[in-house]
């Protein structure tokens, strides 16, 4: 397609950016809006579980640079096995220790699979038998030292070295398992504990044990819909949580990250954990991506994370399987290859921004930083066919690379602002849009200190009303939200700094259609932002 050098100046001084994508008989056409942001990308992660490390590999080394610098994974998703009763040694630390002293901007995730035996109503870390907390002689869970078990927790992993960004205190609390797993149901019963009640006691415990903060996730289900649902709609007090997370083993149906994005407006949300076994029901690795390109587009997830990034051999889901007997044998999957497309090129602290395309068969996902001078752009192809896409994106240079059934994550070329890049059936393709051509930017330091108040994002959600996100240094804090006419239609405060300087709330009310102002007020400082609401 030949551009004129009219739509070229208008598009460029619109902050657009245009690519057009060809087909036999269809020219679809892609847009960019680089200042229409949603929201802010935490990372890319997954597990290490189940001793299945690459801690104890020969190749360890290989291994963890093929993890950490070619795929950029920046989270770690770990378990924890502390018994405060045993004082025991845990096999994460050293780990994790191995992986900070090399790559000390990635973070961690710790989550429980099981407390200690002592803690359980069946004396094991074992899920059979409706595991769940045990009761004391009073006949009471025991909330209050199961919340001191999780403060003993955290005070050990920190002071070996590990520093612990995220706590989920139960990995998927509503269901019933055989393996390791201890039910946390909605509400108390007769024979099971309850999650909100369990989460008030570790929350209580860490908020006056702790000289610093770890930030709260939950309730980390199996599925969205009625998994998630029925927890979010439980008498469980989700102020003390910073970010939904939730895993997708029960389907990762479009209408239903939908509705997970209406549920969990005013907090991030983050998928935890998932896998797809090659040849699966779900499909194999094209069908991940589908996933996780929805994920981010559609539900609006700022954090993506595998159940496993190592795993025993065989395994087709995880990044390698290794062998586990102590060989040096280890194998890349297609999922490696698949999830690099996101984790290489979109950087922590970067954005989801506006793509779209008219071509049905063609999934596009944008990101970039807040300057809009690196940006990396996401293509699945999943139409019957070759595609071709030319790209006019001006000043942008980087480089393309693509897998399919033979490619893995294959250098297709450098990138100019009139690039036509082929598109394979059945394809991922990631155009990765640097600044200057120089690369990854420097990745958000940990617990930065906020001296300014600023609102990051504020969206609208009809009927609901308007979320926002934003950041603001200690101390009392104010959110208002007012019509075009100036009448107050809205207030929040907080009084405590909560989550390294970062809040979200959602500010409730079926408002009517127009234009809102969303005001900040943290000290002396004012900051505002305009949000459009239709209903």
């Given at each position: 397609?030949?551009?004129?050098?009219?739509?070229?100046?208008?598009?460029?001084?619109?902050?657009?950016?245009?690519?057009?994508?060809?087909?036999?008989?269809?020219?679809?056409?892609?847009?960019?809006?680089?200042?229409?942001?949603?929201?802010?990308?935490?990372?890319?992660?997954?597990?290490?579980?189940?001793?299945?490390?690459?801690?104890?590999?020969?190749?360890?080394?290989?291994?963890?640079?093929?993890?950490?610098?070619?795929?950029?994974?920046?989270?770690?998703?770990?378990?924890?096995?502390?018994?405060?009763?045993?004082?025991?040694?845990?096999?994460?630390?050293?780990?994790?220790?191995?992986?900070?002293?090399?790559?000390?901007?990635?973070?961690?995730?710790?989550?429980?699979?099981?407390?200690?035996?002592?803690?359980?109503?069946?004396?094991?870390?074992?899920?059979?038998?409706?595991?769940?907390?045990?009761?004391?002689?009073?006949?009471?869970?025991?909330?209050?030292?199961?919340?001191?078990?999780?403060?003993?927790?955290?005070?050990?992993?920190?002071?070996?070295?590990?520093?612990?960004?995220?706590?989920?205190?139960?990995?998927?609390?509503?269901?019933?398992?055989?393996?390791?797993?201890?039910?946390?149901?909605?509400?108390?019963?007769?024979?099971?504990?309850?999650?909100?009640?369990?989460?008030?006691?570790?929350?209580?415990?860490?908020?006056?044990?702790?000289?610093?903060?770890?930030?709260?996730?939950?309730?980390?289900?199996?599925?969205?819909?009625?998994?998630?649902?029925?927890?979010?709609?439980?008498?469980?007090?989700?102020?003390?949580?910073?970010?939904?997370?939730?895993?997708?083993?029960?389907?990762?149906?479009?209408?239903?990250?939908?509705?997970?994005?209406?549920?969990?407006?005013?907090?991030?949300?983050?998928?935890?954990?998932?896998?797809?076994?090659?040849?699966?029901?779900?499909?194999?690795?094209?069908?991940?991506?589908?996933?996780?390109?929805?994920?981010?587009?559609?539900?609006?997830?700022?954090?993506?994370?595998?159940?496993?990034?190592?795993?025993?051999?065989?395994?087709?889901?995880?990044?390698?399987?290794?062998?586990?007997?102590?060989?040096?044998?280890?194998?890349?999957?297609?999922?490696?290859?698949?999830?690099?497309?996101?984790?290489?090129?979109?950087?922590?602290?970067?954005?989801?921004?506006?793509?779209?395309?008219?071509?049905?068969?063609?999934?596009?996902?944008?990101?970039?930083?807040?300057?809009?001078?690196?940006?990396?752009?996401?293509?699945?192809?999943?139409?019957?066919?070759?595609?071709?896409?030319?790209?006019?994106?001006?000043?942008?240079?980087?480089?393309?690379?693509?897998?399919?059934?033979?490619?893995?994550?294959?250098?297709?070329?450098?990138?100019?602002?009139?690039?036509?890049?082929?598109?394979?059936?059945?394809?991922?393709?990631?155009?990765?849009?640097?600044?200057?051509?120089?690369?990854?930017?420097?990745?958000?330091?940990?617990?930065?200190?906020?001296?300014?108040?600023?609102?990051?994002?504020?969206?609208?959600?009809p009927g609901k009303g308007v979320a926002a996100r934003f950041i603001a240094p200690p101390g009392p804090v104010r959110l208002s939200l007012f019509d075009f006419k100036g009448n107050l239609r809205a207030d929040w405060s907080c009084e405590r700094q909560c989550n390294g300087g970062t809040y979200c709330c959602l500010l409730?009310?079926?408002?009517?259609?127009?234009?809102?102002?969303?005001?900040?007020?943290?000290?002396?400082?004012?900051?505002?932002?305009?949000?459009?609401?239709?209903?």
């Amino acid at each position: 397609m030949k551009w004129s050098n009219k739509i070229s100046i208008i598009a460029v001084l619109a902050g657009f950016l245009i690519c057009a994508v060809r087909s036999p008989g269809h020219a679809a056409l892609m847009t960019v809006n680089a200042d229409n942001k949603f929201q802010v990308i935490e990372g890319f992660g997954g597990g290490f579980v189940f001793d299945v490390f690459p801690y104890n590999h020969p190749k360890k080394d290989e291994l963890y640079d093929s993890i950490f610098n070619n795929a950029r994974i920046n989270i770690v998703r770990i378990a924890n096995w502390y018994d405060p009763r045993l004082n025991n040694d845990v096999k994460e630390i050293p780990m994790m220790l191995d992986i900070l002293a090399k790559w000390p901007h990635v973070k961690v995730m710790l989550t429980s699979w099981s407390p200690p035996p002592y803690l359980k109503s069946n004396d094991s870390y074992s899920g059979t038998g409706q595991a769940s907390l045990k009761k004391n002689s009073d006949s009471l869970y025991m909330y209050e030292e199961y919340g001191e078990y999780w403060l003993q927790s955290i005070q050990w992993f920190r002071n070996h070295g590990v520093p612990v960004d995220w706590l989920s205190i139960q990995n998927e609390p509503g269901c019933p398992v055989d393996y390791e797993g201890c039910l946390l149901e909605t509400a108390e019963s007769p024979t099971l504990a309850s999650y909100g009640r369990a989460l008030d006691a570790v929350y209580e415990k860490i908020s006056i044990g702790l000289n610093e903060p770890v930030l709260f996730i939950g309730p980390d289900v199996m599925g969205i819909s009625h998994y998630l649902n029925r927890f979010l709609e439980a008498d469980i007090d989700w102020n003390k949580i910073y970010a939904y997370c939730h895993h997708y083993y029960t389907g990762f149906y479009v209408e239903w990250m939908q509705e997970a994005a209406i549920r969990c407006a005013g907090k991030p949300a983050y998928q935890t954990e998932f896998c797809i076994n090659e040849g699966s029901e779900w499909g194999g690795w094209f069908e991940h991506a589908q996933c996780i390109h929805n994920s981010l587009a559609i539900q609006g997830v700022s954090m993506y994370c595998l159940f496993a990034l190592t795993y025993k051999p065989a395994s087709t889901h995880c990044f390698f399987s290794l062998d586990t007997s102590g060989g040096d044998w280890y194998e890349a999957r297609p999922t490696y290859y698949m999830f690099k497309h996101f984790s290489k090129s979109i950087h922590p602290g970067w954005r989801r921004i506006e793509a779209t395309v008219d071509d049905p068969g063609i999934a596009i996902a944008a990101f970039s930083n807040e300057l809009n001078d690196s940006m990396a752009v996401v293509a699945i192809n999943a139409a019957d066919g070759h595609r071709t896409l030319n790209c006019f994106l001006p000043g942008k240079t980087g480089e393309v690379h693509q897998t399919t059934e033979t490619r893995k994550y294959d250098y297709q070329g450098a990138f100019n602002d009139s690039a036509a890049i082929d598109l394979d059936t059945r394809s991922i393709t990631t155009i990765d849009l640097h600044k200057n051509n120089m690369g990854v930017e420097t990745p958000l330091k940990r617990n930065a200190s906020i001296t300014t108040a600023r609102i990051m994002e504020a969206t609208a959600y009809p009927g609901k009303g308007v979320a926002a996100r934003f950041i603001a240094p200690p101390g009392p804090v104010r959110l208002s939200l007012f019509d075009f006419k100036g009448n107050l239609r809205a207030d929040w405060s907080c009084e405590r700094q909560c989550n390294g300087g970062t809040y979200c709330c959602l500010l409730r009310g079926a408002f009517p259609s127009g234009m809102y102002a969303v005001i900040l007020t943290s000290g002396t400082t004012v900051a505002g932002k305009n949000v459009a609401l239709a209903r």
